[in-house]
T-cell receptor, first 116, second 111 residues
């Protein structure tokens, strides 16, 4: 059974049109991450949540925002997508420190975003 | 800031060979190191997790080792098969507990 689910798998959006990607988990992990991966590059961390605490990477563009309404769901909002935002967006979860040790990070299948 | 490097960037081998993929990280104060597989256009599948107190982990034909003092991990694939063709990424989780990735090794195993 899928444990980290991302929707949609493929998203085509127009230049400048806001888009939202979603992620849900059944693992009850307290940490959730959003990564951006461009072709042949390492996944790059955009944000992460430790429980409800939001942590933004210093170099994440303001165009990207995130919401975590509850433990199970997390959303990535791109306010005005540009051509350079076309990428694979990966959601992941893990247990954080102080919860009995670390577990492995589990990833979803990703959302491939195309900007036209 | 943690930096992760993977060598080689690409590898093409005939079926049946034993392989070694290398991963190095700059900050040895890690909590764990994880190896992933990524098929084209797909997400990441966890292969092996090595906690900082461990030296190696094995799963089937895969064996991963960790040497924190030298900042290195290796993934050993025994008797490679065409189905092993994929990109293999390593990720080190350090003091911030967040996985930091290398760019991966793209592996092709041809029949």
């Amino acid at each position: 059974d899928a444990m980290v689910i991302q929707n949609p798998r493929y998203q085509v959006t127009q230049f400048g049109k806001p888009v939202t990607l979603s992620c849900s988990q059944t693992l009850n992990h307290n940490v959730m991450y959003w990564y951006q991966q461009k072709s042949s590059q390492a996944p790059k961390l955009l944000f992460h949540y430790y429980d409800k605490d939001f942590n933004n990477e210093a170099d994440t563009p303001d165009n990207f925002q995130s919401r975590r309404p509850n433990t199970s769901f997390c959303f990535l909002d791109i306010r005005s997508p540009g051509l350079g935002d076309a990428a694979m967006y990966l959601c992941a979860t893990s247990r954080g420190p102080g919860t009995g040790g670390f577990t492995e990070a589990f990833f979803g299948q990703g959302t491939r975003l195309t900007v036209v | 800031k943690q930096e992760v490097t993977q060598i080689p960037a690409a590898l093409s081998v005939p079926e049946g060979e034993n392989l070694v993929l290398n991963c190095s990280f700059t900050d040895s104060a890690i909590y764990n190191l994880q190896w992933f597989r990524q098929d084209p256009g797909k997400g990441l599948t966890s292969l092996l997790l090595i906690q900082s107190s461990q030296r190696e982990q094995t799963s089937g034909r895969l064996n991963a080792s960790l040497d924190k003092s030298s900042g290195r991990s290796t993934l050993y694939i025994a008797a490679s098969q065409p189905g092993d063709s994929a990109t293999y990424l390593c990720a080190a989780s350090g003091g911030s507990y967040i996985p930091t990735f290398g760019r991966g090794t793209s592996l092709i195993v041809h029949p």
